[in-house]
């Protein structure tokens, strides 16, 4: 979408579609939210919907269905096997990505799954540009490591480089050298990164990247679940890719790599996930897999409504109009609350705005989780519910000391069109509070730590009162009923 241009005003980033369905929201109040926030044991996963006023977790699942994508459900087709709706899908995404096969899977990490089960063995090195907290707890689970290899510069936090997710080359050719290509069963790169504030990699990093992976026989996977914004900043960004349609731009990524799966999640605007093979033989390697864990090879675990909706959905994914206001709305953001200060994670990527902890709450030391304290605290001030991205989100390592993330953030989710901009500009106003009220915050400790994945299920506690105090702040400045 080009930007649109206005008579007295500066140009804002724009809604291209109209509200057909509505969801209510509820605003507690503050002392309530903070009643919520200790219930949940301070993490953001365990608090109820109901009880929040901007969900910005994620964009898992939760972007808005078009009236198009409502209406192919309609038309599903439910068989256990051999469902029509199965075909349906697997043509589409044939003519997208000319690949022809298809394994489906209920959502993105259930192909990690898969992938991992087939390939990884104990000792086993996974090159990625970076992780994805599920696509490496799959590889570790079965004895697998992971080496992440972005560049330098996609770890620091502000910047103007367009192209943050890029795999740095050298280190890929040195890191294959050293553990020998027989050890790396795949190279996996994510487009764009999650945990790195959704910084997209370009094409011609792609086809670097697995120019040299050919070289060595070493199979490439991409991760397409945040390809749609990646699509977005390849055409914007990208010089020589400017001219091209987001739809030759997706076939000449896709004709780089020997496998691509996807969360459907985010990638189709729906719910699902699925792996498409280049190779017969491979498919057929994994296919049992399928049946096992998922579904039944022409269901893979989703409902056949949603795939309906996804095969429209992909095509959404590649309507520039569509794909472009989660970006615009993100740079928005991120630039008002830069301009204002707030350290940030600069240029805004896809995914989310992204809020670099480490500097915001720095006096809060690594090992008491400052992003999840930041995301807490921006719950209790505002009702908004973000994402902690940093040491929270790690697994500590076998000795049990603390693996600390390169680093610490907290993702402000922009599902795609879900948020208006005033809901956008209400987030913003709530930020630049709780920035300026920084000093009010303190660390978490676990008081129930799970081993793996411990981010979705885990429950904390803060340090000291902080919550209370802070709370006490808000109300000082907003009144009882905000
Ligand atoms: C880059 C990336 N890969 C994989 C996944 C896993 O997908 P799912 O949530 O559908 O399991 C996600 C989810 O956030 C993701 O962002």
Redesign the pocket.
């Known amino acids: 979408m080009p930007e649109i241009k206005f008579y007295k005003h500066d140009p804002i980033p724009m809604e291209m579609h109209k509200v057909k369905i509505v969801q209510k929201l509820n605003l507690l109040p503050v002392d309530e939210r903070l009643k919520k926030m200790q219930e949940a044991g301070f993490n953001t996963f365990q608090l109820h919907n109901g009880d929040i006023f901007m969900d910005m977790l ?1 964009d ?1 699942g939760v972007n808005a269905m078009s009236d198009n994508m409502q209406s192919a459900m309609l038309r599903a087709d439910d068989a256990y096997a051999g469902s029509e709706t199965f075909y349906r899908m697997n043509d589409k995404l044939t003519e997208l990505f000319g690949i022809k096969y298809l394994l489906p899977a209920h ?3 259930a192909c ?1 799954n898969i992938l991992a089960q087939r390939f990884v063995k104990p000792g086993n090195c996974v090159i990625m540009n970076y992780h ?1 907290t ?2 490496k707890a799959h590889i570790t689970r079965l004895g697998g490591r992971v080496e992440e290899l972005v560049k330098d510069e996609g770890l620091v936090s502000k910047s103007t480089l367009p192209f943050k997710g890029n795999i740095d080359l050298e280190k890929l050719e040195a890191c294959i050298l050293k553990e020998t290509p027989e050890n790396v069963p795949y190279m996996r790169l ?1 487009a764009g990164t ?1 945990l790195i504030g959704g910084q997209p990699i370009s094409y011609e990093n792609m086809k670097a990247a697995t120019d040299i992976t050919r070289k060595y026989g070493i199979l490439s996977v991409l ?1 397409a ?2 390809l749609q914004d990646n699509l977005y900043f390849i055409k914007t960004r990208e010089e020589s890719m400017k001219d091209k349609s987001t739809a030759e731009i997706l076939r000449m990524i896709a004709d780089l790599f020997d496998i691509i799966y996807f ?1 459907g ?2 990638f189709g605007f729906a719910r699902g ?1 699925g792996i498409l093979v280049r190779d017969e033989a491979l498919f057929h390697s994994m296919e049992d897999l399928v049946p096992m864990f998922e579904g039944f090879l022409t269901y893979g675990g989703m409902s056949v409504k949603e795939m309906e909706a996804m095969i429209i959905g992909f095509d959404e994914s590649l309507d520039m109009d569509i794909i472009s206001q989660g970006p615009q709305f993100i740079k928005y953001c991120v630039d008002q609350l830069d301009a204002y200060g707030v350290p940030m994670i600069t240029p805004g990527g896809g995914l989310g705005a992204h809020i670099d902890a480490s500097q915001v709450v720095s006096h809060i030391p690594q090992e008491q989780y400052p992003a999840g304290a930041l995301v807490c605290a921006l719950y209790i001030c505002g009702g908004i519910r973000g994402m902690e991205r940093g040491t929270l989100s790690e697994e500590r390592n076998a000795d049990g000391s603390e693996r600390f993330a390169s680093m610490e953030l907290v993702r402000l989710a922009l599902p795609r069109r879900v948020f208006t901009l005033s809901q956008t500009e209400y987030v913003i106003d709530r930020v630049k509070w709780v920035y300026d009220h920084r000093h009010l915050i303190e660390g978490l400790r676990f008081v129930h730590e799970p081993k793996t994945l411990r981010f979705f299920t885990g429950r904390l506690e803060p340090v000291s009162d902080w919550p209370e105090k802070l709370a006490a702040a808000y109300k000082a400045d907003f009144g009882e009923d905000q």
Request: aromatic content about 6%.
């Open positions: 994620t898992s959502q993105g990490r990690e994805f599920t696509a994510e999650n991760d679940s945040l969360s999640r985010k996930g």
